[in-house]
């Protein structure tokens, strides 16, 4: 089972995603681990992508340095869900 | 009442003013976020201030230098000669700030009688959205090696790194600070709505244009009494 930290970092980066992206509540809720993201969501531009990061940032306290923004951690809903929860869960 | 199109003189020039509400009595400066975040907010910022008009306090929309119509080249402008541009808008009036994000930054200047700040950001994290903006189209380098240019282009803005490096020494001081509710930095107020700034298509949210509308309309009557 998860801690419910890790689910806390995942409803926050649902509600990011939905906000920053515009997306209906419906669409995030559906999102699973594997939900492909960049390249994958029209709305998610390289534009988009610097501010659902800051989001992430304010929402969570924690400081994305650049050097760790890649495709990977991108990818999918899964992966940046981990990301986030390692910066905000130490 | 639709608003009336003004001007304003200031050392460097000429800027438009947009006029809300009643001639007389205290007025709100509203000051948009600079650069890109100006785009996504204008609409919902120029519907507060109807709002605002609809509640019987004035407003005044001011074109910061080298913002929005203004002619006025960004080359010399710096963070500090953009808010003092903004301290000869209504010299003859009480005037109160209303900051929305980093407009929060070009208040400090007006002798405002309050200043009132929506989801404030710092020039800190200003620069930092920015360098990350710069670095999503493609360039790479740290912020210093962003700054080592004298034009910087983020997102088809030509910023020169003499106002950038600017950003973050401005002062960020307010009497009351609302903030959404998703974000947890210090507020006096939170409010459940979703940030417009970030938005990859700009919009707009009548239902926080009220809110806000009657927090702001409450302050300043609070301020008056």
Redesign the interface.
């Known amino acids: 089972m998860l801690p419910e930290g890790y689910q806390n970092v995942e409803s926050t980066v649902r509600a990011v995603l939905a906000d920053v992206l515009g997306l209906s509540a419906e669409r995030v809720a559906a999102f699973e681990p594997a939900t492909p993201l960049f390249g994958a969501l029209p709305e998610l531009d390289s534009m988009a992508v610097a501010g659902v990061l800051t989001e992430i940032e304010d929402r969570l306290g924690i400081l994305i340095e650049d050097d760790e923004v890649d495709g990977d951690m991108l990818e999918t809903f899964g992966a940046l869900t981990e990301f986030a929860a390692g910066k905000a869960l130490v | 009442m639709a608003p009336r199109i003004d001007h304003y003189d200031w050392s460097g020039g000429r800027e438009m003013l947009l006029r809300f509400g009643p001639d007389t009595g205290p007025a709100v400066v509203a000051a948009l976020p600079l650069f890109e975040e100006a785009n996504r907010t204008r609409t919902f910022v120029v519907a507060l201030l109807r709002a605002l008009a609809a509640r019987g306090i004035a407003g005044l929309l001011p074109d910061v230098p080298g913002q929005n119509e203004s002619v006025t080249p960004l080359t010399g402008l710096t963070l500090p000669r953009m808010a003092a541009a903004l301290a000869v808008v209504a010299p003859d009036r009480r005037t109160y700030a209303l900051g929305i994000r980093s407009g929060a930054l070009l208040d400090h200047a007006t002798p405002h009688r309050g200043r009132w700040h929506f989801s404030p950001q710092t020039g800190e994290a200003l620069l930092r959205?920015l360098?990350?903006?710069w670095?999503?189209?493609?360039n790479t380098g740290?912020r210093d090696g962003m700054l080592r240019s004298d034009m910087v282009e983020v997102?088809g803005n030509h910023l020169p790194s003499t106002l950038l490096s600017s950003l973050p020494a401005a002062p960020c001081v307010a009497d009351r600070v609302v903030r959404l509710a998703?974000?947890?930095?210090k507020a006096d107020r939170r409010i459940d709505a979703?940030?417009l700034w970030?938005?990859?298509?700009p919009?707009t949210d009548p239902v926080l244009v009220q809110q806000l509308a009657d927090d702001i309309a409450e302050w300043v009557t609070a301020c008056e009494a």
Do not use: L
């Open positions: 959205d360098h990350r903006t670095r999503a189209a493609g740290d997102a998703s974000d947890p930095a979703a940030p970030h938005r990859a298509e919009g």
